[in-house]
C-alpha cells in the first residue's frame, strides 16, 4: 500500500478563484492510502517545495499527487523536489486543476467538484506507479544543418568551433542563402557580400565542416543523440574533386538562354553555371532541364573544354547516410508570388518588381552591373513607388496573403528609399505604408534618417490600384492624413511581398516528426523559454523557418541553436525517458503484431527458454523493447491482444485506474 | 446540353444584339438555350444588406425554375449575373436568409442554392472548352487587337462569382484568342464605368469611362468587348475613341454566323 | 436612435465585422469614385465603428459609390467597406418619402441608348 | 456429403508414419455423439484404424491443435486441413505460433460441414443418433419412433452455406480434387443487421449476447486465440472476469474479443460452431472484416503467410472514424 | 455528491496526447475558454496509447460519452501513431454502432497545440451532443454502480 502526500497550489488566485482549494485538500484526505494532504499559495515555489519534501520525510511518503497547473508546466519541476527528498521522481502525479479546470470553469462549485475528481484520479494512478530509473543511450558527436543560408552557416560555424564535426545540407548549388543576393544591410548599410562571403569561405575550410551543396535530405530515422539521415546528393553532372571552378564551360556553353534563378530571372545563365563568382563550392553544375547533351545527347562542349576532366553526364544521383547527434533546421523563406495581387500589376508590367528584385537590380554583381534602371527600358526611374505590406497582415477571410507581418520589409524599404535618394538625388521616393514597425537597435533612427535627411516621401495609406500607361505606371494611392486620393505617374513599383517558409520545410517537418504551425513554420518548444528548440528532442531551428526574422536576428538565433546542439553534443550519454515499453515475456505470445506497429523499430523478437511447470523446458518466441529506441508512444500496447507489452508511467491498468477513478461518482 | 437561359430585360430591348448572338453562337455549339415561359427582371443590382429579402425573390424563382428543370442556369448580362449568381450564393451560404427566403415564398419545395450558374463566357470555356471553340472558328478574327473590358460586376466580389482571378482576368482574353483575334491587356480592364451612377453623376461616370477607354487605347486596342449593356452605353456615350462590341457579337463573327460580317 | 443604436443597425443590415480594419487605406486608395465622395470607404468604416452614423445618413457620398466592389475585392483584412455604404443608403431611403429618385426625374436622364439596366438599377439604389 | 472418405485418409495417413515423414497425426475421431467428431492424436496405424474418421461432422479446425501439439512432439505432425482451415494455418504461421517445419499438410476437400444446430432447427431438441447417408442423414430423435430424414444441404452449418473458399492455401498435399475462391454472400447477414435501426440491432444484440454463459469455448477454439495468457484470464490485466457479469460485461467480452481478432481473423466460423447457446457470434468478427474491407480495401486474413494485418498498418488517407461510422445509416 | 445533481450533467472522459491535443488543452486554458466541467481529461502519451478496452471500461463505469483527441494525421510527434489510432477507432466506433450503441457517444478529433479554440469548441459540442442523448444507458454496467 502506497502512503500518498496530496499537495493543493492555490497558484495565487490563478487556481483559488475557481476552484476551493482547501476542500479539494480535505477532500482528498478521505482517499484511500492518503496520509497527508494540504494546500499552499504557490506549490512551485520554494517554500511550497520545502512543504513537499518535509511531508515526504515526516510521513514517509511513497508517492505524490500535486493539484497544480498543466504537467507540461512543473511536471519536471515537482520531479525534482521529490528526487531531493529521496523519492523516485516518477512516484510523482500531477493534477492539472489550474489550465483544465480553475481557467476553463467559471463556478466554484462544478470547479471545486471537478479538482477533487482530477486529484482522485491522480491517486488511483500513483497508487500503481512504480519508481522508474531511465535508460541511458549514446550521442553521435555530429550535427546536420539543414540549410546553407546565413543561419545555417553560423550555426554550424559555432558548433565546428567548439570542435564537434558538423555537415551542412544545402539544396542550390552554393550556400549562401537569400542574403548572398542582398545589396547593403541595414542599419549599418556594410554590404551583405563583404560580410557573407568570409563566413561561406570559413564554413568550407573549417576542417569540420562538410558541405553537401546540391542535396537534399531524403530521410531521418532515430533519435535525439543517434539520428540517421539519408542525404541525397542530386547528380550536378560535374566531379566535385576534380573542377576548380575556372569558369570557361560556363561561358562556352551554347545554351544562353536559362532564366538565371539568383537574379530572379532578370537576366539568363547558360545551361552549365556557376551562380555567382563568390559561390561555395565553387563549382560548376549542369541544369539537366536545359543542358542539350543530356536533353539529346548531342553538344558536349563543356567536356571538350574542360581541362580538368570534371565533367561527367552519366553521373546519378547518390544517397549518403550519416549518423547525427543533433539536427538543425535552417531552411528559411522565400518571397510570397505576387499572383493574387494583380491589382498592382506585377503580372503585366515588367516596371513592377518585389523588394527581392530591387536588391538584384542596385547589387553590383546583379543584371544591371548595380545601375538602378527600369528592367522594361534599362531607363534610369526619376519616380519609384514602394508599396509595404503586400499579403502581408492579411485577414484569412481575404483569402490570399499571410497573415503575420512579414517584419522585414519596414526596414529593408527604408533602406531601398535611402540608397536610391542618396545614389539619385533626382529620384522622387514615395513609400506607402500602413505602419513603419521598426522596433530593433538603431532600426527607428534609420528609417527617421530616411525621411529627414534623404527626403524620402512616407504616405500614411496605401496603393489601390497600379496602371500601366505609356511608359509610366499611374499609381491610385490613399493618403490618409491629407485625406487625399493620390494619382502618381511613377517609373518603378516596387511591392514589399510578404515572406513564407521554403516549400521543403513541410516534408522535412514530416520526417523529422517536428511541430509546425499553420504557416509551416516550425513550432518552437516553448515560445518565450525554448526559443530555438523544436519540441521533437535534438531538433533545433535556426532563421526565418521559425518565423520572419531580419540577418541580426537570425543570427543570434543561429549561434544560440549551436549553443544548444553544443550542449547536446558535449553529453557522452542522453538520460532517456523511463516511460518506454516493455514486454512481459510470460504473457508474450511473439506474434509480431507489435513490432508491425513501432516507428522506431525498437522492438526484437528472440527464441527464449522457459521452464515449464512439470520440469520441461520450452523454447518460446518473445519480444522485447531496446529502452533506449523506444520513445515511449504506446502503439505497441493496443496492438499487443493479450496485454505482455505495457508502458511504463502509462501502464494499462493505471490508465484504467484513471478511468475508474474519474467515472466513480 | 440544355440550359436555362436568363436573357433579363436590357437583352429585350437596347442590347438586343447580345441576346440575338448568344442564341445564334449557342446553336451553332450544340448548346439548347431553353428561356423560361415567365422570368421578372433580376433587379439590375444586387442589394448586399442580408434583411432584403423581396428584391432578390425574381432571382430565386428564377433559379428555383431551373432547379426544377435539372439544368445549369446561363446568363449574359454581367449585372444579371452578379445579381443571380450573389443571391444564389447567399441562398447557398447563409442559412437564416435561405430560410426566411423560403418561408416567404411559402411553395412546396425550398430552394438551398443547388443551381450551378454559368455565366455564358464560363460556358464556353468549361463547358464547351476554349480548344473546342477554337475549332469551330470559321472566320478568325486575325489581326484584329482586341482588349476585354470585364467592369466590375463580372468579377466581384471574387469569392462569390468565382469566375476568374478578380484582379487579372484571363476568361475573355482566352476568348478572344480562340476566336483568332489578337489580345491586348490593360491594366483598367477590370474598373468600373460609373454603372448607374450615370443617371445621377454622369460627370463621374463620363471620367471613370475616359479613364478606361484612354488606358485601352494606349496599350493598342482597336476593339473593346464586354458583356455588359451598361458598360457598353457608359463607353459609347462618352466618346470612346475604341468602338465597343459584345462578345456574343464578336462570338458569331467568328462562327461565321454574322450576316452583315463584311470581310 | 441614439448612436450606438444606429451602429447596431448598420451592424445588422450590413454584417461587416468594422473592428477587423487595420486603417491601411486600400478600399479609399481603390474607390473609382473617390472625387465625388465627402466620405470615403475607409471613414464609413471608421465612422460605423465610432457610431457617426449621422453624418453618413446625410451626406451624398452614399449615393455615389458606385457598387463596384474594388473597396471589398482588394481590402486585405476582409472588411466590406461597400456594404456598410448599402446600408447607410438603404436606412436613409427606406425612410418614409425618402425616394432619392422619383419617376419623373426620368425622361431627363434618358437618351436614345439608354439601357433599361441603368433605370433599373438606379431605382433599386435610390429608392425604396 | 464428403468426397474423400476416411479410408483414404488413414491409408495416406499409415504410410507417412511408416515412412518417418511425420511422427504423429492430427485428425478427427468419434466423440461421445454421432455428430460428435472431436480432434484427436494418433501415432500408430492402430489407432489410425481404430478411430480416425472423416465426415460430415468433422467441423473442427484442426490447425489450432498444431499450436500445443507442436510444443509436445517431436518430428513433423500431419495435420488434415479442409480449405478453410488453411487460411488459419497460414495466420497462425504468419505470427509465428507454429513453424512450418513442424507440420505436414494434407489438403482434404470440403463439402461443407453438417452442423447441428442447423440440424435441431429442423428436428428439434432430443437428438440421440444420426446416420449418414448417400441420400442425406437420418436423424434419430428420442421422441420420435422413425428417423427424420434431413437433407446434406439442410444439414450444413450457416458458415459453410456461406463458404468463402474450397481452394487450398496451403499444403503439402492434397487428396482429392481441388477447388476455388468463391463468391460468396457471407456479408449479407451483417448487411440486414447494419440495414436496421439502432433501436433493433440493439434488441437483436441484446437477445443474443444475453444469452452467453461465459464457457469460453468461443474463446478456447478460435484459432487467432492463441494468446500465452487471454487477458480475461490474467487479473493484473484489469479486465480480468470469468463469470458473466450484467449484460454489458459480456458485450465487453465479446467487444474485446472480436477486437483482438479484428485484421486476424479468417472467417473461420469456429466460435459459432462451438457455442453451446447458437450465439451467432461469427457475425461479430465478419462486421470487423465487411469493415475493413470496404474502408481499407479487400483483406483475407491468412490468404498467405507473410500479410501485414490492417490494424496494424494504415495509409495516410484513411478515412476519419466519422465518416467511417456514417458510412452505414442514420441514427434518426 | 449526488444529490446536487439536479439537472442532468453527462460524465465525459477525454483522452488527450500529451504533445497536441492535450498542449491544446492547456492552451485552451490559459485563453480561458470555457467549457462544461463535465469534460474529464486523461492524458495519454500519444492518442495510439488508448486502447479499445480503456474507452469501453469508461462506459462500463458510467460515462456517457468518451472523446480521443490527438496531433492531426500527419502531425504525429511519434510520426505515425495516430494513423493507427484512426483505423482502430474507426472500427470500435462502427461496431459500438453495430451493437445498436449511439454513434454520439464517441468521437475522435485531431486537435493541435496551436488550437486551444479548437478544444473548447470541440468540448462543448460534443457535451452538448452528450448532453441531448441522455444517460447512458445503454453500455452502462448497473452491477458497478454504488
Known amino acids: 500500500m502506497q502512503r500518498i502526500g496530496v499537495f493543493v497550489c492555490w497558484c495565487g488566485s490563478n487556481i483559488a478563484g475557481t476552484v476551493d482549494v482547501h476542500a479539494v485538500a480535505e477532500a482528498l484526505k478521505n482517499e484511500s492510502g492518503v496520509v497527508f494532504s494540504t494546500d499552499y499559495q504557490y506549490m512551485c515555489s520554494q517554500a511550497g517545495q520545502d512543504i513537499i519534501k518535509n511531508a515526504i520525510a515526516e510521513h514517509k511518503l511513497t508517492g505524490i499527487v500535486v493539484c497544480s497547473c498543466s504537467p507540461r508546466m512543473h511536471e519536471a519541476t515537482f520531479r525534482k523536489t521529490a528526487a531531493a527528498a529521496g523519492l523516485n521522481p516518477y512516484m510523482v502525479e500531477i493534477a492539472n486543476i489550474r489550465e483544465q479546470c480553475s481557467w476553463v470553469h467559471k463556478d466554484m462549485l462544478s470547479g471545486t467538484e471537478k479538482a477533487v475528481i482530477l486529484g482522485r484520479a491522480a491517486i488511483a494512478k500513483v497508487h500503481l506507479n512504480a519508481p522508474l530509473t531511465p535508460g541511458q543511450s549514446p550521442v553521435a558527436k555530429r550535427a546536420l544543418v539543414i540549410g546553407g543560408g546565413i543561419a545555417g552557416i553560423q550555426t554550424a560555424l559555432d558548433i565546428a568551433d567548439a570542435g564537434f564535426p558538423v555537415d551542412i545540407v544545402e539544396t542550390k548549388p552554393t550556400i549562401g542563402g537569400k542574403m548572398a543576393q542582398l545589396d547593403k544591410t541595414f542599419p549599418t548599410l556594410d554590404c551583405a557580400a563583404c560580410i557573407l562571403t568570409p563566413k561561406m569561405v570559413d564554413a568550407a575550410q573549417n576542417e569540420l565542416i562538410k558541405i553537401y551543396s546540391y542535396s537534399e535530405v531524403s530521410q531521418v530515422s532515430g533519435y535525439v543523440g543517434n539520428f540517421d539521415v539519408t542525404i541525397k546528393r542530386r547528380a550536378r553532372y560535374v566531379k566535385e574533386d576534380l573542377c576548380t571552378g575556372c569558369g570557361l564551360c560556363t561561358e562556352k556553353c551554347p545554351q544562353k538562354k536559362v532564366p538565371n534563378e539568383f537574379n530572379l530571372g532578370m537576366d539568363n545563365r547558360r545551361a552549365i553555371y556557376i551562380p555567382f563568382a563568390q559561390a561555395v563550392p565553387k563549382i560548376a553544375t549542369i541544369d539537366p532541364d536545359y543542358c542539350t547533351m543530356l536533353k539529346t545527347g548531342k553538344c558536349g562542349i563543356c567536356s571538350k573544354v574542360c581541362t580538368a576532366g570534371a565533367i561527367d553526364y552519366t553521373a546519378k544521383d547518390e544517397y549518403i547516410t550519416e549518423k547525427y547527434g543533433a539536427i538543425v533546421v535552417a531552411t528559411g523563406y522565400n518571397p510570397i508570388s505576387m499572383e493574387k495581387f494583380d491589382e498592382f500589376a506585377y503580372s503585366q508590367s515588367k516596371d513592377v518588381i518585389t523588394s527581392l528584385e530591387f536588391e538584384r537590380l542596385t547589387n553590383a554583381a546583379g543584371p544591371t552591373a548595380g545601375k538602378l534602371l527600369r528592367p522594361s527600358d534599362g531607363e534610369h526611374p526619376h519616380k519609384i513607388v514602394f508599396v509595404q505590406c503586400v499579403g502581408s497582415r492579411c485577414d484569412s477571410c481575404a483569402e490570399k496573403g499571410k497573415e503575420y507581418c512579414s517584419k522585414i520589409c519596414c526596414m529593408y524599404t527604408a533602406k531601398h528609399a535611402m540608397l536610391t535618394r542618396d545614389k539619385y538625388p533626382d529620384t522622387e521616393v514615395y513609400v506607402f505604408y500602413i505602419d513603419v514597425r521598426t522596433p530593433g537597435k538603431a532600426f527607428d533612427e534609420f528609417y527617421r534618417r530616411a525621411v529627414e535627411e534623404y527626403g524620402v516621401h512616407y504616405v500614411k495609406g496605401m496603393v489601390g490600384k497600379v496602371v500601366p500607361q505609356g511608359k509610366k505606371l499611374m499609381v491610385q494611392a490613399s493618403d490618409l492624413i491629407d485625406g487625399k486620393q493620390l494619382h502618381i505617374d511613377a517609373d518603378l513599383v516596387v511591392l514589399a511581398a510578404a515572406i513564407e517558409p521554403d516549400k521543403s520545410a513541410r516534408p522535412l517537418a514530416t520526417m523529422l516528426t517536428a511541430s509546425m504551425d499553420t504557416n509551416d513554420f516550425f513550432t518552437e518548444a516553448h515560445p518565450k523559454l525554448r526559443p530555438v528548440e523544436s519540441p521533437t528532442a535534438g531538433v533545433f531551428l535556426s532563421g526565418a523557418c521559425q518565423g520572419p526574422k531580419d540577418i541580426p536576428e537570425t543570427v543570434s538565433q543561429a549561434s544560440a541553436a549551436a549553443a544548444k546542439v553544443i550542449g547536446l553534443l558535449c553529453k557522452d550519454h542522453l538520460t532517456g525517458n523511463p516511460c518506454v515499453a516493455s514486454a512481459n515475456e510470460m504473457l508474450c505470445s511473439g506474434c509480431s503484431q507489435c513490432a508491425n506497429v513501432c516507428p522506431y523499430g525498437a522492438i526484437t523478437y528472440s527464441e527464449k527458454e522457459f521452464r515449464m511447470p512439470n520440469r520441461t523446458t520450452l523454447m518460446r518466441r518473445v519480444a522485447s523493447v531496446n529502452p533506449a529506441v523506444c520513445q515511449g508512444c504506446g502503439a505497441c500496447t493496443v496492438a499487443c491482444p493479450s496485454g505482455a507489452m505495457d508502458l511504463n508511467g502509462f501502464k494499462n491498468n493505471q490508465i484504467m485506474a484513471e478511468v475508474d477513478a474519474i467515472c466513480r461518482n | ?185 490593360y491594366a483598367r480592364r477590370n474598373e468600373c464605368c460609373g454603372g448607374y451612377v450615370s443617371a445621377e453623376s454622369p460627370a463621374l461616370a463620363k471620367k471613370n469611362s475616359n479613364l478606361i477607354a484612354e488606358n485601352a487605347a494606349s496599350a493598342g486596342a482597336e476593339l473593346l468587348v464586354t458583356a455588359c449593356p451598361l458598360c457598353k452605353y457608359n463607353l459609347e456615350k462618352n466618346g470612346s475613341s475604341v468602338p465597343v462590341v459584345y462578345f456574343t457579337e464578336l462570338l458569331a463573327e467568328a462562327l461565321g454566323l454574322k450576316e452583315d460580317a463584311n470581310d | 436612435m441614439t448612436n450606438e443604436q444606429l451602429k447596431q443597425e448598420i451592424l445588422r443590415i450590413s454584417n461587416v465585422n468594422v473592428t477587423k480594419c487595420m486603417k491601411c487605406g486600400k478600399c479609399t486608395a481603390s474607390c473609382p469614385a473617390y472625387d465625388e465622395m465627402e466620405y470615403h470607404p475607409h471613414q464609413f468604416v471608421s465612422m460605423v465603428n465610432n457610431g457617426d452614423i449621422q453624418p453618413l445618413l446625410n451626406s451624398e457620398s452614399i449615393y455615389r459609390c458606385l457598387s463596384c466592389f474594388a473597396c471589398m475585392e482588394r481590402c486585405p483584412r476582409g472588411v466590406e467597406p461597400a456594404k456598410l455604404v448599402e446600408a447607410v443608403r438603404l436606412m436613409a431611403v427606406r425612410k418614409q418619402g425618402a425616394n432619392r429618385m422619383k419617376a419623373e426625374d426620368v425622361p431627363c436622364m434618358l437618351d436614345e441608348n439608354t439601357p433599361g439596366q441603368l433605370l433599373v438599377s438606379a431605382f433599386r439604389k435610390y429608392s425604396k | 456429403m464428403q468426397t474423400v472418405n476416411t479410408q483414404t485418409l488413414i491409408e495416406r495417413a499409415s504410410a507417412l508414419l511408416k515412412d518417418g515423414t511425420v511422427s504423429a497425426v492430427l485428425g478427427w ?304 | ?100 450503441i449511439e454513434r454520439e457517444r464517441t468521437r475522435v478529433e485531431w486537435v493541435s497545440a496551436a488550437e486551444g479554440a479548437k478544444f473548447a469548441a470541440t468540448m462543448n459540442d460534443f457535451a452538448k451532443k452528450v448532453a441531448s442523448l441522455g444517460p447512458n444507458k445503454r453500455l452502462e454496467d448497473l452491477r458497478c454502480k454504488p
Not at chain 2, 434583411?51 to 425554375?65: G, I, N, Q
Not at chain 4, 486465440?225 to 484470464?233: G, H, I, Q
Open chain 2, 1 to 185: 446540353m440544355k440550359v436555362t437561359y436568363f436573357p433579363g430585360c436590357t437583352l429585350k430591348n437596347k442590347a438586343r444584339d447580345l441576346d440575338e448572338y448568344a442564341r445564334k453562337s449557342a446553336e451553332a455549339l450544340g448548346i439548347t438555350l431553353e428561356e423560361p415561359e415567365t422570368w421578372q427582371c433580376c433587379g439590375g443590382v444586387f442589394t448586399t444588406a442580408n434583411d432584403e429579402v423581396a428584391t432578390k425573390l425574381s432571382s430565386v424563382r428564377l433559379l428555383k425554375a431551373a432547379a426544377e428543370a435539372g439544368q445549369p442556369l446561363v446568363t449574359v448580362c454581367s449585372a444579371c449575373h452578379n445579381v443571380v449568381k450573389q443571391t444564389n450564393y447567399a441562398m447557398a451560404n447563409d442559412p437564416t436568409f435561405a430560410d426566411r427566403v423560403n418561408r416567404y415564398m411559402a411553395e412546396k419545395t425550398l430552394y438551398t442554392g443547388d443551381t450551378k450558374v454559368y455565366h455564358y463566357l464560363e460556358l464556353l470555356r468549361d463547358v464547351v472548352g476554349f480548344e473546342n471553340l477554337a475549332k469551330a472558328v470559321k472566320k478568325p478574327l486575325t489581326g484584329k487587337k482586341i482588349g476585354a473590358y470585364y467592369g466590375c460586376l463580372l468579377l466581384r466580389p471574387g469569392k462569390v462569382m468565382g469566375m476568374d482571378d478578380p484582379e487579372n482576368p484571363r476568361i475573355i482574353e482566352d476568348l478572344i484568342r480562340a476566336l483568332g483575334g489578337e489580345v491586348v491587356t
Open chain 4, 29 to 332: 475421431k468419434r466423440g461421445e455423439f454421432d455428430y460428435d467428431m472431436t480432434p484427436a492424436v494418433f501415432t500408430t496405424e492402430e489407432e489410425l484404424s481404430a478411430g480416425f474418421v472423416y465426415n460430415d461432422f468433422c467441423g473442427a479446425n484442426l490447425s489450432k491443435y498444431l499450436l500445443k501439439k507442436t510444443r509436445e512432439i517431436q518430428g513433423k505432425i500431419l495435420v488434415f486441413l479442409k480449405p478453410c482451415d488453411t487460411y488459419s494455418f497460414n495466420q497462425l504461421l504468419t505470427e509465428h505460433r507454429i513453424h512450418r517445419e513442424n507440420a505436414y499438410v494434407i489438403g482434404v476437400p470440403c463439402n461443407g460441414m453438417a452442423d447441428i444446430h442447423s440440424i435441431r432447427k429442423i428436428t428439434g431438441e432430443g437428438i440421440a443418433r444420426v446416420e449418414l447417408t448417400d441420400s442425406g442423414l437420418l436423424v434419430h430423435t428420442l421422441y420420435d419412433d422413425a428417423p427424420v430424414a434431413v437433407s446434406y444441404e439442410d444439414a450444413m452449418a450457416d458458415r459453410c452455406k456461406t463458404c468463402k473458399s474450397k481452394k487450398h492455401v496451403a499444403y503439402d498435399e492434397l487428396l482429392g480434387e481441388e477447388g476455388d475462391v468463391l463468391d460468396s454472400h457471407r456479408f449479407d447477414e451483417v448487411a440486414k443487421l447494419e440495414a436496421m435501426t439502432p433501436d433493433e440491432r440493439f434488441a437483436f444484440w441484446q437477445g443474443e449476447l444475453s444469452r452467453c454463459i461465459r464457457c469460453n469455448a468461443c474463446r478456447d477454439v478460435c484459432p487467432a486465440c492463441t494468446c500465452e495468457k487471454c487477458v480475461f484470464d490474467n487479473p493484473d490485466s484489469g479486465v480480468e472476469n470469468k463469470a458473466p457479469g450484467g449484460d454489458f460485461e459480456e458485450k465487453m467480452f465479446h467487444i474485446i474479443r472480436a477486437f483482438h481478432v479484428a485484421g486476424r481473423c479468417t472467417d473461420c466460423g469456429e466460435c459459432s460452431r462451438v457455442c453451446p447457446q447458437d450465439i451467432p457470434l461469427h457475425l461479430l468478427n465478419r462486421k470487423f472484416i465487411s469493415d475493413i474491407n470496404k474502408t481499407y480495401g479487400e483483406y483475407q486474413a491468412g490468404e498467405t503467410a507473410d500479410q501485414r494485418p490492417p490494424l496494424v498498418n494504415f495509409t495516410q488517407n484513411d478515412p476519419e472514424p466519422s465518416d467511417v461510422v456514417k458510412g452505414g445509416h442514420d441514427h434518426a
Open chain 5, 1 to 100: 455528491m449526488s444529490e446536487l445533481k439536479q439537472e442532468y450533467k453527462p460524465l465525459i472522459v477525454a483522452f488527450c496526447c500529451n504533445w497536441c491535443s492535450y498542449a491544446g488543452a492547456d492552451l485552451a486554458g490559459s485563453n480561458r475558454l470555457a467549457y462544461p466541467a463535465d469534460v474529464k481529461i486523461i492524458r495519454v502519451p500519444c492518442s495510439c496509447r488508448v486502447n479499445p478496452m480503456f474507452i469501453l471500461r469508461a462506459f462500463q463505469r458510467g460515462a456517457d460519452g468518451v472523446i480521443l483527441c490527438g496531433c492531426h494525421p500527419g502531425d504525429c510527434h511519434y510520426t505515425t501513431g495516430n494513423y493507427y489510432t484512426r483505423r482502430r477507432m474507426s472500427m470500435l466506433f462502427s461496431m459500438l454502432d453495430y451493437l445498436g
